[in-house]
């Protein structure tokens, strides 16, 4: 009974010894993984880790032109437009005295009464004097014109032109009736009349004083609130 007492202490000193050896093994096993190593066992890296790096966004070149600068738009000065058969730039006869105004190159005379219906109102180019006129009627809108500056004709009569090249241009020209009983083809002054579009409304009024032309204007084929 004593002998098996002392096998049975000595069993189990042994199984403690061995249980301690294992476990001093396991620990030095652990201790011996390289760092930056991972066990099979080891918990998953972060997916923000593993997310593929964010591409960047190029830089625009500095010498790349700017898109929020505004193109400039040209325009012809008025002094330089056209006068055609029956408009200069915008201004076109018939036209009412809201869409001249919308253009911003008129001004209406100053101490005139409010348009009506058959009411003529004077007005003139913006930048000029009230002598660069024109004049509306409430009912048919713009019914005269008047031209300044370089304002030509697209067949070049303007101010200083002769009276040579008036005929040339527009052949079958006639003279406004004011009294002067001169024939026609020896005129040397007044309103000459020249209708290049039939049907347009509008015609040209050419004042010439000494064989050279004075003014261009725009009138209506509709008589009134001019002479």
Not at 107 to 116: D, I, L, R, S, Y
Not at 162 to 174: D, E, F, I, K, S
Request: aromatic fraction near 4%; charge should be negative.
């Amino acid at each position: 009974m004593h002998r098996l007492a002392q096998v049975f202490g000595a069993t189990t000193l042994v199984a403690l010894v061995a249980a301690c050896s294992n476990n001093t093994t396991q620990h030095e096993d652990a201790a011996a993984v390289p760092a930056g190593l991972t066990s099979s066992t080891a918990a998953p890296a972060d997916s923000a880790n593993d997310a593929p790096a964010a591409t960047p966004t190029p830089r625009a070149s500095a010498s790349a032109s700017p898109t929020s600068q505004p193109v400039k738009a040209t325009h012809t000065d008025p002094a330089d437009l056209n006068i055609h058969p029956d408009h200069i730039g915008p201004l076109k006869i018939g036209m009412s005295l809201r869409a001249a105004k919308a253009t911003g190159l008129i001004v209406v005379n100053a101490g005139q009464e409010t348009p009506g219906p058959e009411t003529c109102v004077a007005a003139h180019w913006k930048g000029q004097s009230d002598r660069v006129w024109m004049v509306f009627n409430g009912k048919y809108g713009l019914r005269a014109l008047d031209s300044f500056g370089d304002q030509k004709t697209p067949e070049g009569i303007k101010p200083g032109s002769t009276l040579a090249a008036v005929r040339r241009a527009y052949p079958h020209l006639t003279w406004r009736i004011d009294g002067d009983e001169t024939p026609d083809a020896q005129r040397t002054g007044g309103d000459a009349l020249v209708d290049v579009v039939k049907g347009d409304g509008a015609h040209y009024r050419i004042n010439v004083q000494k064989g050279k032309v004075t003014d261009v204007q725009l009138e209506s084929d509709r008589t009134g609130c001019y002479e």
